[in-house]
């Protein structure tokens, strides 16, 4: 396929994505969050020690300071990984499985700004019950709270769609 059809055919009139792909695909991309926070976590371990734990009670405790390194350390990469694949090609690993992608409204990739302010909305359009999901059935368009702040969208893509092509 050529690069003006690859064009054509990313910037198409595709139906957007549904709950439960954006389910899925957050679900992919979680595993690989999670995966990359592990070895985060432990190359933080190898380098502080394991002296910064200790076990009281039967309960874990570790050195605020280590906890407050280690939740800034996660929240960079997460927001890293989405905002990286966002900006350079529109999908993570879970939306190429799951044939999703998301454009701007215009079409385009997003840019740097519209990936923080979309990560950014996405965690409370999660984790209030879903509310910011459930925009997705009363908007006209199918979106969600988050596509609608960060002025994008998430599409469908077509069976024939190659991500590596």
């Not at 976590?41 to 910064?52: A, W």
């Not at 939306?95 to 996405?122: C, N, P, Q, T």
Request: glycine share 10%; net charge neutral; hydrophobic share 50%.
């Amino acid at each position: 396929m050529t690069e003006a059809e690859q064009k054509s055919e990313a910037s198409g009139p595709f139906p957007r994505a549904g709950l439960m792909r954006r389910m899925a695909a957050l679900l992919y991309d979680g595993f690989l969050v999670a995966a990359v926070w592990m070895v985060l976590g432990f190359v933080l371990q190898l380098v502080v020690g394991t002296e910064s734990n200790q076990l009281v009670d039967g309960v874990v405790q570790t050195d605020p300071l280590l906890d407050a390194i280690l939740f800034t350390i996660m929240v960079a990469s997460g927001s890293g990984f989405y905002i990286w694949f966002w900006t350079r090609s529109g999908q993570t690993l879970g939306m190429i499985a799951w044939r999703i992608k998301l454009e701007s409204v215009d079409g385009g990739l997003i840019d740097f700004r519209h990936g923080v302010i979309r990560y950014v909305a996405a965690w409370p359009a999660f984790f209030l019950l879903g509310l910011g999901y459930l925009l997705m059935y009363l908007d006209s368009n199918g979106d969600a709270a988050h596509d609608k702040v960060s002025r994008s969208k998430v599409i469908l893509l077509p069976k024939s769609h190659r991500p590596f092509d």
